[in-house]
């Protein structure tokens, strides 16, 4: 179930609301031409407006405004936007967090060593990327040297994630790694207290996993990303109503 704004935005950090010292810019769907210098914090735009706009559109609009976004600083610094991948009518729809080098260069999700161990994990439970399942980021700028996304760049960004669940309709979501299950349940909780069960977004039954890129450096926890997983197909076969999901 979505919480209120006033309840997302003290999740991320952002409440009370930080003052504006110039007028909100509005939605860009170009890239900034020039190279102005970087605009302290407190006077970015508000990372928030904009969100009924892209609320409102299509899919085609959509990837066009994440590809030329500049709703927050990382435009300046990404080499592309990074929309998602995969099949927009999926059942499945699986959630990282943000670009990489390798994502940042291709324009696709998870193509790095993460992304070769998530089309495994897929493969497990007999699914394979862009059939039925479609991937994509909380993020789709790469953070610079693959820093923690900080909340404003999550506040810019999660419009856009929320309006391709919206369009998308997925039956069931997998959250992979803490920063992707915390942005989309709004909570701090740590991701040993979210996975091992099933939560909702917005009415849409989600399941927290561990990262990928995690679990290629803690192999021990490998046997726990399978108890995930086994719980997904088992809730998706659920949902189908039969035992072939
Ligand atoms: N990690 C993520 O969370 N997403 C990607 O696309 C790649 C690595």
Not at 5 to 28: D, Q, V
Request: proline share 8%; charged share 25%; hydrophobic share 40%.
């Amino acid at each position: 179930m979505s919480l209120p704004r006033e309840e997302r935005l003290k999740a991320l950090g952002l409440w009370p609301r930080w003052r504006l010292r110039t007028a909100p810019a509005p939605m860009t769907m170009e890239a900034e031409s020039g190279t102005p210098s970087p605009a302290p914090l407190d006077e970015l735009p508000d990372a928030a407006s904009g969100a009924t706009e892209i609320s409102a559109l299509d899919w085609d609009g959509l990837r066009r405004a994440v590809l030329g976004c500049t709703r927050c600083e990382l435009h300046r610094s990404r080499t592309q936007g990074v929309f998602g991948v995969g099949d927009p009518n999926a059942d499945w729809l699986i959630v990282g967090e943000a670009p990489g080098g390798d994502e940042d260069r291709v324009g696709e999700p998870f193509v790095g060593q993460a992304g070769k161990l998530l089309d495994a994990m897929l493969a497990s439970i007999g699914l394979t990327r862009g059939e039925d399942v479609y991937i994509a980021n909380v993020l789709k700028s790469r953070p610079p040297r693959n820093r923690d996304p900080d909340p404003r760049e999550v506040a810019a960004c999660l419009p856009y994630l929320e309006r391709q669940i919206d369009l998308i309709q997925p039956r069931l979501i997998l959250a992979l790694g803490r920063f992707a299950a915390q942005s989309l349940l709004t909570t701090d909780a740590s991701i040993s207290r979210l996975r091992g069960t099933l939560h909702r977004y917005r009415g849409v039954p989600l399941i927290v996993t561990y990262h990928p890129a995690y679990l290629l450096r803690n192999l021990a926890d490998k046997a726990k990303a399978w108890e995930d997983l086994v719980l997904a197909r088992e809730t998706m076969r659920g949902l189908k109503g039969d035992r072939a999901a």
